[in-house]
């Protein structure tokens, strides 16, 4: 396979290194989650071809571009598995391998989105205040050199190419769980357009935009063992089919620089409000998730599935619904916060579905504040109580540690890493406070509010475990 420009299959280039004419939306970060999620509203449209890239490794490329960038989405039900055969993308690029031929599609007239799914710490923000982080390494990195490594620092060479070429205003928009992720993206790229070329910041503003959008879909990471069954199934050879749950939902903010899919024609809600929509996706779904992941993984849950299959933890997740995050919400028209969170549970419930606690709990600095801490501050300054979130966040502190409570030791997958190892301490209180005191997460009022409950809820865990605090709190 030639891949010394970049480009596995050079025919897919039209001349002076262009995008294919029929590539309309360049997506940054091809995981299992856009291929599940974007591309199956996109292949029931039709006509919209995408250039997926891949900001790291080579992996989904190679897998991909020998099977023509075809692959299978399999919708598990608790019936059984529904193959669908995805044919939206057209080529896939791998960044580090040709940086120049990712600027040039993004600044290719005929593209007129960017999407992205980089995942929370692909902003390179600090997540507490939302701001660009100046000193994340890889935004140091993009400073120097032209060639970016960072999704930001793509998008601001992109933005800049485009600009000094006079292209047409670009539609940029990030598909990942942030809150206000339109709003975040345009912040991170204006800063940092601020230093690489600041006479194209007007341009940006004037001409771009970044709709926030509310992404929901269940897409476990797929294993080798999950590829053969899918291929025996399907009856062929297929090296990178994502597997999904039958839900999706995609609410768009109907802010567009330039043309667009029809996506309404196919499920999409574009709305001019989205944030009732973000914040009960973030706070029912993802907050859960993130109180299920730690807790359930804790007290030896290896599956979401599985967790919510004990009756001490769906208890522990509906009271959670119930209690606390449901009345922070503005319900989002046409829905009923009762009636989504019954469904929530169905869908964590899907035993078809093999989702990894673990997986979840990862990244856990960057995911809490929208996940969980949002939500304590306006339950507190509401003048509510906030327990069973604060066990959750208890939970993510217990899991820093490392160590289950079977007391077997597993590796802490974060980005602040040696920062939460060096945090840990024999003494339960220092603990909670180190961990407080990390400003990239906590704010210092919020910090300074929650100390006392948190110490007691870390203690309580670490003297009777996850199941038995979860018990007492709900009285199940
Ligand atoms: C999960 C999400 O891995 C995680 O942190 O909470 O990926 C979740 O499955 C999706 O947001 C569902 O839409």
């Not at 590539?23 to 299992?32: C, D, E, K, T, Y």
């Not at 357009?193 to 897409?219: G, L, N, Y």
């Not at 419930?349 to 709990?361: S, V």
């Amino acid at each position: 396979m030639p891949i010394a420009d970049g480009f596995s299959d050079t025919s897919r280039l039209t001349a002076k290194g262009a995008v294919r004419p029929d590539v309309r939306i360049v997506h940054l970060g091809l995981g299992a989650f856009f291929r599940a999620h974007g591309a199956s509203y996109l292949a029931d449209l039709g006509g919209w071809g995408v250039l997926g890239v891949s900001l790291r490794s080579p992996v989904v490329r190679d897998a991909l571009v020998p099977q023509d960038c075809v692959y299978t989405a399999a919708e598990l039900t608790p019936d059984g598995i529904k193959p669908r055969q995805i044919e939206v993308l057209r080529d896939v690029l791998v960044a580090p391998e040709n940086p120049q031929a990712v600027i040039d599609a993004i600044a290719d007239p005929n593209v007129c989105i960017v999407s992205l799914t980089v995942t929370e710490k692909g902003y390179c923000h600090d997540p507490a205040s939302g701001r660009l982080n100046m000193s994340h390494p890889d935004i140091v990195r993009d400073l120097r050199q032209d060639h970016p490594r960072s999704a930001i620092g793509y998008l601001v060479r992109g933005l800049q190419a485009r600009w000094q070429a006079g292209a047409a205003p670009l539609t940029i928009m990030s598909c990942d769980n942030l809150p206000d992720n339109g709003a975040l993206t345009r912040r991170v790229v204006l800063r940092l357009a601020q230093e690489i070329e600041p006479d194209a910041v007007d341009w940006i503003k004037a001409s771009c935009t970044f709709p926030s959008a509310m992404v929901d879909r269940i897409v476990p990471a797929t294993t080798s063992k999950d590829i053969k069954t899918l291929n025996t199934l399907v009856g062929r050879q297929d090296a990178a089919p994502v597997m999904h749950e039958p839900f999706r939902q995609w609410v768009i903010e109907n802010e567009f620089a330039g043309d667009r899919p029809s996506f309404e024609n196919v499920g999409v809600q574009l709305v001019d409000d989205i944030l009732p929509f973000e914040l009960m996706k973030l706070r029912m779904l993802n907050g859960a998730h993130s109180a299920l992941a730690y807790l359930g993984y804790l007290s030896g849950h290896n599956t979401v599935s599985e967790a919510a299959a004990d009756p001490v933890l769906a208890t522990y997740l509906r009271h959670l619904w119930r209690r606390e995050i449901a009345p922070t919400l503005i319900a989002p028209p046409d829905t009923d916060l009762d009636h989504y969170a019954a469904t929530l549970l169905e869908r964590f419930a899907n035993p078809a579905i093999q989702h990894k606690t673990y997986q979840i709990a990862m990244d856990g600095s960057q995911k809490l504040p929208q996940r969980l801490l949002g939500t304590i501050l306006d339950r507190l300054n509401n003048g509510k109580d906030a327990d069973a979130l604060l066990l959750g966040v208890a939970g993510w502190m217990r899991f820093t540690g490392g160590i289950d409570e079977a007391g077997t030791p597993f590796d802490v997958q974060d980005p602040l890493a040696p920062a939460l190892r060096a945090a840990q301490s024999a003494d339960p209180a220092t603990t909670v406070r180190t961990l407080l005191a990390m400003r990239e997460i906590f704010d210092a009022s919020c910090a300074a509010r929650i100390e006392p409950v948190l110490v007691r809820l870390y203690q309580g865990l670490s003297d009777h475990g996850a199941r038995h605090m979860m018990s007492a709190l709900t009285g199940r």
